[in-house]
């Protein structure tokens, strides 16, 4: 491979030149822009490249400074990328593509970034950290109200506002990047496309995923086309604007912290503070309305949280870190648990976790950038939650339906044996006990199941002494009859108060109750019987026939 | 003008032809996202690539674009599986597990483009860069003539996606309304969506590569969304929407150029105002539609309330006359009672001055014979629904009034005819006040 490589990485990017001799053509101060700003880039992928990371290398390695500005001319993709550097340091720049190994570090290195030793590495990961609570918290009651993908909107739709707040700033001799301004122009247009997407949704017959779709991609496309004038302005020096736009989390500073601290602390409280209310708004915000709490007003309130976290967090982090944090841990923590207090501590415990665990391995191994680190911690929570999540986890989710299989079909099993035995009439106790058993073909054109199945289940009833099997007949114990009258006699007295109060046919009855006689609580059972006024332990007969039960309508009930 | 001092159509009418390719193209698909509600699916896809590209990267060891556009449509498709199975799996609801989706899959290909490409340029001419100005650069020539390669990928890219639409066209129908109907009908609903997911991640990474990845995004979703707002049939929809995305992507080429120079500025990114173009078509859309307009149902919604604010009026001025003749009917005291707004009540009284129904005397308003015959049939109505109502639909008699003010309004002669006939005749209506007698013409008989 290596022969190819190396073309690829000694070939300059200034290839582009010959493009100049079209510069008569009326395109050609377009695209000589576009030639200019690809030669001084050593290649749009350069600001994927990875020296851009936290920690043990200090400050010195994060020369934001030198970010090209063709990134600009990318930033769909170049803005949504976090914590990497273009410029790279020069000890780095010989390293070769078979190089992919991850350096491991020392002890001492480890121990450095885990006691926090390093100042740059203290902030950024106590940055991270507060982010991610805070972000996670606010994105637990987002995920609830399906809101999920707001977040993504809003990031995107700040794109024109910081353009223009630059634009603006800069004619009017103010300090285009200063980042008051930015965040200013970054939240009212966040907050315009928000109420936009509100506006479609609420107004128009359009969906609220079209709403949010066309909101992102037509405020981004202003976006971009504004930052292109951006480029051109002669005011103003826009190099680096993306970085205060997009992220630098290799960068943080004492004041970005102070931020973020700052915006965290306030959406924290507000989610505190606002809990029931918001609550209430989540699970059922029609009901919110009747009580006379402000819906609406409550609404908004919990759009400029996220829009405060997310503002924040985009010339913090980046704007997919963001919406990741927005959306993971709240997704994740709905897996642990039923009740929203714990979700919201839980969502928040995850984002506070992720952006520590994400900003230390990214500051101990060098090549990986922190942002998508962080982004791949909360998925790694989001993946284990998901499979292992006590409450709605797939596991457990599995377990509890292979549990209720298992009972359902011992119930089929035991009823099965019984109403077979009831056939050859000796059905008392007694007889049931003495009688010499029902064959296996018998039982297994009773229902659809299959033969292993059925072995199965008659091993496992056999463990619990429910049944015996000798040789090719089963038949029941004592405790088996007992089990299997109860059964039996649920199943009817359902299929009696369908025939009776509900008015369905009695063809039809045995699939019904068949389908709740599993679940039906003694309560129920007694209540039935005072309603078919059959009390005692009597035992109904069938209201059907039980060797045909489906095509012949049998006779009319007992 | 300057726009034609300059123009080029070696260069701009490519240009525009990459753009209405890459438009039509995706507006085809997107219609079906639009109304499977799966709209963010193109920003998803546009977004989760970037692991195909590295992978693409890492096992071919060549920028060629071949592997990399078999990686992206790969990874594009498994961004609509993996959200699905999270969706079904995990209960998550559908934006959340996208979102967690094409999130996890950009920070997995960063992470790994960042493993793979220190200083490797991954980008030539490939896909994550999209640049339209380009498009002319990059020719291949086909049959002696010297094409785009954008624009002969989106060409392709384009026939097949019209394929697929025009071949599938009752199938993709009948899934996108009812999907379960379609599965029992005998074809498989879950086919033809991984079919449209797989044509959706191949024309997402096709114009992607050429034109970038905002103008995809806006493309699968805006132009149908218009067309959703102008169209309730949808093959119409569908033709309107690639001809709002041809305009689209025409105006936003000339916008492009145009639009910066009135303040001084040189031209902008097509891409960026190709998606305003379309954003300014959606809102025009939005306000203005025939059907479904925001202006038109406001104007429509007023004209009905003004309308019923006049039939409140004349029959607030026979209840009054009819309980006491000499009861104060001046404006104000009027506009009191019906709870009206000062703008809608004058105009509302001016309208039904024009049409003779009320005349003012010194101060006073008075119903004129024809406003007294139309007053009269109103108060019928409302009387009879009450007496109607309490003795067949079991509503207590406190509660009739408004039920039977909102059907007041809408109860024509025949109607109010079966009503009289139901109640057999009733003289009173619940509340005790008689029922007006039908009366055919206004004034001929004299008014009591």
Same mark, same amino acid.
């Given at each position: 491979?290596?022969?190819?490589?190396?073309?690829?990485?000694?070939?300059?990017?200034?290839q582009r030149?010959?493009?100049?001799?079209?510069?008569?053509?009326?395109?050609?101060?377009?695209?000589?822009?576009?030639?200019?700003?690809?030669?001084?880039?050593?290649?749009?992928?350069?600001?994927?490249?990875?020296?851009?990371?936290?920690?043990?290398?200090?400050?010195?390695?994060?020369?934001?400074?030198?970010?090209?500005?063709?990134?600009?001319?990318? &930033?769909?993709l170049?803005?949504?990328?976090?914590?990497?550097?273009?410029?790279?340091d020069?000890?780095? !720049?010989?390293?070769?593509?078979?190089?992919?190994?991850?350096? =491991?570090?020392? =002890?001492?290195?480890?121990?450095?970034?885990?006691?926090?030793?390093?100042y740059n590495?203290?902030?950024?990961?106590?940055?991270?950290?507060?982010?991610?609570?805070?972000?996670?918290?606010?994105?637990?009651?987002?995920?609830l +109200?399906?809101?999920?993908?707001?977040g993504?909107?809003?990031?995107?739709? #700040?794109?024109?506002?910081?353009?223009l707040?630059?634009?603006?700033? #800069?004619?009017?001799?103010?300090?285009?990047?200063?980042?008051?301004?930015?965040?200013?122009?970054? #939240?009212?247009?966040?907050?315009?496309?928000?109420?936009?997407?509100?506006?479609?949704? !609420?107004?128009?017959?359009?969906?609220?995923?079209?709403?949010?779709?066309?909101?992102?991609?037509v405020?981004?496309?202003?976006g971009?086309?504004l930052?292109?004038?951006?480029?051109?302005?002669?005011?103003?020096?826009?190099?680096?604007?993306?970085?205060?736009?997009?992220?630098?989390?290799?960068?943080?500073?004492?004041?970005?912290? +102070?931020?973020?601290?700052?915006? %965290?602390?306030?959406?924290?409280?507000?989610?505190?503070?606002?809990?029931?209310?918001?609550?209430?708004?989540?699970?059922?915000?029609?009901?919110?309305?009747?009580?006379?709490?402000?819906?609406?007003?409550?609404?908004?309130?919990?759009?400029?949280?996220?829009?405060?976290?997310?503002?924040?967090?985009?010339?913090?982090?980046?704007?997919?870190?963001?919406?990741?944090?927005?959306?993971?841990? %709240?997704?994740a923590?709905?897996?642990?648990?039923?009740?929203?207090?714990?979700?919201?501590l839980? !969502?928040?415990?995850?984002?506070?976790?992720?952006?520590?665990?994400?900003?230390s391995?990214?500051?101990?191994?060098?090549?990986? &950038?922190?942002?998508?680190?962080?982004?791949?911690?909360?998925?790694?929570?989001?993946?284990?939650?998901?499979?292992?999540?006590?409450?709605?986890?797939? %596991?457990?989710?599995?377990?509890?339906?292979r549990?209720?299989n298992?009972?359902?079909?011992?119930?089929?099993?035991?009823?099965?044996?019984?109403e077979?035995?009831?056939?050859?009439?000796?059905?008392?106790?007694?007889?049931?006990?003495r009688?010499?058993?029902? +064959?296996?073909?018998?039982?297994?054109?009773?229902?659809?199941?299959?033969?292993?199945?059925?072995?199965?289940?008659? +091993?496992?009833?056999?463990?619990?002494?429910?049944?015996?099997?000798?040789?090719n007949?089963?038949?029941?114990?004592?405790?088996?009859?007992?089990?299997?009258r109860?059964?039996?006699?649920?199943?009817?007295? =359902?299929?009696?108060?369908?025939?009776?109060?509900?008015?369905v046919?009695? !063809?039809?009855?045995?699939?019904?109750?068949?389908?709740?006689?599993?679940?039906?609580? &003694?309560?129920?059972i007694?209540?039935?019987?005072?309603?078919?006024?059959?009390?005692?332990?009597?035992?109904?007969?069938?209201p059907?026939?039980?060797?045909?039960?489906?095509?012949?309508? &049998?006779?009319?009930?007992? | 003008?300057?726009?034609?001092?300059?123009?080029?159509?070696?260069?701009?009418?490519?240009?525009?032809?990459?753009?209405?390719?890459?438009?039509?193209?995706?507006?085809?698909?997107?219609?079906?996202?639009v109304?499977?509600?799966?709209?963010?699916?193109?920003?998803?896809?546009?977004?989760?690539?970037?692991?195909?590209?590295?992978?693409?990267?890492?096992?071919?060891?060549?920028?060629?674009?071949?592997?990399m556009?078999?990686?992206?449509?790969?990874?594009?498709?498994?961004?609509?599986?993996?959200?699905?199975?999270?969706?079904?799996?995990?209960?998550?609801?559908?934006?959340?597990?996208?979102?967690?989706?094409?999130?996890?899959?950009?920070?997995?290909?960063?992470?790994?483009?960042?493993?793979?490409?220190?200083n490797?340029?991954?980008?030539?001419?490939?896909?994550?860069?999209?640049?339209?100005?380009?498009?002319?650069?990059?020719?291949?020539?086909?049959?002696?003539?010297e094409?785009?390669r954008?624009?002969?990928?989106?060409?392709?890219v384009?026939?097949?996606?019209?394929?697929? /639409?025009?071949?599938?066209?009752k199938?993709?129908?009948?899934s996108?309304?009812?999907?379960?109907?379609?599965?029992?009908?005998?074809?498989?609903?879950?086919?033809?969506?991984y079919?449209?997911?797989?044509?959706?991640?191949?024309?997402?990474?096709?114009?992607?590569?050429?034109?970038? @990845?905002?103008?995809v995004?806006?493309?699968?979703? /805006?132009?149908?969304?218009?067309?959703?707002?102008?169209?309730?049939?949808?093959?119409?929809?569908i033709?309107?929407?690639?001809?709002?995305?041809?305009?689209?992507?025409?105006?936003?080429?000339?916008?492009?150029?145009?639009?910066?120079?009135?303040?001084?500025?040189?031209?902008?990114?097509?891409?960026?105002?190709?998606?305003?173009?379309?954003?300014?078509?959606?809102?025009?859309?939005?306000l203005?539609?025939?059907?479904?307009?925001?202006?038109?149902?406001?104007?429509?919604?007023r004209?009905?309330?003004?309308?019923?604010?006049?039939?409140?009026?004349?029959?607030?001025l026979?209840?009054?006359?009819?309980?006491?003749?000499?009861?104060?009917?001046d404006?104000?005291?009027?506009r009191?009672?019906l709870?009206?707004?000062?703008?809608?009540?004058?105009?509302?009284?001016?309208?039904?001055?024009?049409?003779?129904?009320?005349?003012r005397?010194?101060?006073?308003l008075?119903?004129?014979?024809?406003?007294?015959?139309?007053?009269?049939?109103?108060?019928?109505?409302?009387?009879?629904?009450?007496?109607?109502?309490?003795?067949?639909?079991?509503?207590?008699?406190?509660?009739?009034h408004?039920?039977?003010?909102?059907?007041?309004?809408?109860?024509?002669? @025949?109607?109010?005819?079966?009503?009289?006939?139901?109640?057999?005749?009733?003289?009173?209506?619940?509340?005790?006040?008689?029922?007006? /007698?039908?009366?055919?013409?206004?004034?001929?008989?004299?008014?009591?």
């Open positions: 491979m290596s022969g190819d490589d190396r073309t690829l990485r000694t070939q300059p990017r200034v030149e010959p493009f100049s001799a079209s510069r008569r053509l009326r395109g050609a101060a377009l695209i000589l822009v576009l030639c200019c700003n690809l030669s001084t880039s050593p290649c749009v992928f350069a600001h994927y490249s990875p020296s851009g990371r936290v920690g043990l290398s200090g400050p010195e390695r994060v020369s934001w400074s030198a970010r090209p500005i063709a990134a600009l001319l990318s &930033p769909a170049a803005g949504e990328l976090l914590t990497v550097d273009t410029a790279g020069p000890s780095r !720049s010989d390293r070769s593509l078979a190089g992919r190994s991850l350096d =491991w570090p020392t =002890w001492r290195q480890l121990r450095r970034v885990l006691l926090l030793q390093d590495t203290r902030v950024v990961v106590l940055g991270t950290t507060l982010l991610g609570c805070a972000a996670a918290m606010v994105g637990s009651f987002t995920l +109200r399906k809101r999920a993908l707001m993504d909107a809003l990031s995107h739709a #700040t794109l024109p506002g910081i353009a707040a630059f634009i603006l700033a #800069t004619l009017y001799g103010g300090d285009g990047k200063a980042l008051p301004v930015l965040l200013v122009g970054a #939240t009212i247009s966040g907050l315009l496309g928000v109420a936009t997407i509100l506006v479609l949704r !609420s107004l128009t017959r359009l969906k609220e995923d079209t709403a949010i779709g066309a909101v992102l991609s405020y981004f496309g202003a971009v086309a930052l292109s004038i951006v480029q051109q302005m002669r005011e103003g020096n826009a190099a680096g604007l993306e970085s205060f736009i997009y992220g630098k989390t290799a960068s943080m500073g004492r004041a970005d912290i +102070r931020l973020i601290a700052t915006a %965290a602390a306030a959406c924290i409280a507000g989610c505190v503070l606002l809990f029931k209310e918001l609550k209430l708004l989540c699970f059922d915000d029609a009901f919110a309305g009747s009580r006379g709490f402000p819906v609406r007003r409550l609404d908004i309130t919990l759009m400029a949280l996220v829009v405060i976290v997310t503002i924040v967090g985009l010339q913090a982090v980046g704007l997919i870190l963001m919406i990741a944090l927005l959306i993971i841990p %709240a997704a923590a709905r897996f642990w648990t039923e009740r929203l207090g714990r979700m919201f839980i !969502s928040g415990a995850l984002g506070a976790a992720s952006g520590w665990l994400g900003a391995v990214s500051a101990v191994f060098s090549k990986l &950038p922190s942002g998508a680190m962080i982004v791949l911690v909360c998925t790694a929570m989001f993946a284990f939650s998901m499979a292992f999540g006590s409450a709605r986890g797939v %596991a457990v989710r599995a377990f509890k339906r549990r209720l298992r009972s359902i079909d011992r119930q089929h099993l035991l009823r099965g044996l019984y077979l035995l009831e056939e050859s009439s000796t059905a008392d106790d007694a007889n049931a006990q009688h010499e058993g029902v +064959r296996l073909e018998a039982l297994l054109r009773k229902r659809s199941w299959s033969r292993p199945r059925l072995l199965r289940q008659i +091993r496992r009833c056999q463990d619990d002494l429910l049944v015996q099997a000798r040789g007949r089963v038949r029941l114990t004592r405790r088996g009859v007992i089990e299997a109860r059964l039996t006699r649920q199943h009817r007295l =359902w299929e009696l108060f369908l025939i009776h109060y509900a008015d046919a009695p !063809s039809h009855v045995d699939r019904d109750a068949d389908a709740i006689e599993h679940v039906l609580e &003694p309560e129920i007694e209540e039935l019987e005072a309603i078919l006024s059959r009390s005692g332990p009597a035992l109904p007969a069938s059907h026939r039980l060797d045909q039960p489906d095509p012949v309508p &049998p006779a009319e009930g007992s | 003008m300057h726009l034609w001092q300059h123009w080029s159509w070696q260069i701009d009418g490519w240009i525009i032809a990459a753009g209405v390719l890459c438009a039509v193209a995706s507006s085809l698909l997107g219609n079906f996202l109304l499977r509600r799966m709209s963010m699916l193109g920003d998803a896809i546009t977004h989760a690539i970037l692991p195909g590209l590295a992978v693409a990267f890492f096992i071919s060891s060549s920028r060629s674009s071949v592997p556009f078999l990686g992206a449509v790969i990874v594009g498709v498994l961004t609509a599986l993996f959200t699905e199975w999270v969706r079904r799996f995990g209960h998550v609801d559908e934006g959340a597990s996208m979102g967690v989706v094409f999130t996890s899959l950009f920070a997995l290909g960063l992470v790994l483009i960042v493993q793979a490409a220190d490797v340029d991954l980008d030539a001419g490939c896909v994550l860069y999209g640049a339209i100005e380009l498009t002319w650069l990059d020719t291949v020539s086909v049959a002696g003539a094409i785009p954008a624009v002969l990928v989106l060409g392709v384009t026939v097949i996606n019209a394929l697929f /639409v025009t071949l599938f066209f199938e993709l129908k009948l996108s309304f009812d999907p379960s109907l379609a599965t029992t009908t005998g074809f498989s609903a879950g086919l033809l969506h079919l449209l997911m797989v044509l959706v991640a191949v024309t997402a990474v096709a114009s992607f590569e050429s034109v970038g @990845s905002i103008l995004v806006a493309m699968f979703i /805006v132009p149908p969304a218009t067309a959703y707002m102008l169209a309730d049939r949808l093959a119409p929809m033709w309107i929407s690639v001809f709002l995305a041809t305009v689209a992507a025409v105006s936003g080429h000339v916008l492009a150029i145009e639009v910066p120079r009135w303040f001084g500025y040189r031209s902008t990114t097509t891409a960026g105002m190709m998606a305003v173009a379309a954003g300014a078509l959606l809102a025009l859309a939005i203005f539609s025939p059907r479904h307009g925001v202006l038109v149902k406001f104007l429509r919604r004209r009905l309330a003004w309308k019923i604010l006049a039939d409140d009026t004349v029959a607030l026979y209840r009054l006359q009819e309980r006491d003749p000499e009861a104060a009917t404006p104000n005291t009027l009191g009672l709870l009206a707004d000062q703008f809608s009540f004058r105009l509302v009284l001016a309208w039904l001055r024009r049409r003779h129904y009320i005349q005397h010194d101060g006073q008075r119903l004129t014979r024809p406003g007294r015959h139309i007053a009269r049939q109103l108060v019928r109505s409302h009387r009879l629904w009450e007496q109607y109502l309490t003795s067949f639909a079991n509503i207590d008699a406190a509660r009739v408004d039920k039977a003010e909102r059907l007041e309004h809408f109860t024509d002669r @025949s109607l109010r005819d079966e009503l009289d006939a139901a109640t057999e005749g009733a003289e009173q209506d619940p509340h005790g006040s008689p029922i007006p /007698v039908e009366r055919s013409e206004p004034g001929n008989h004299s008014d009591s």
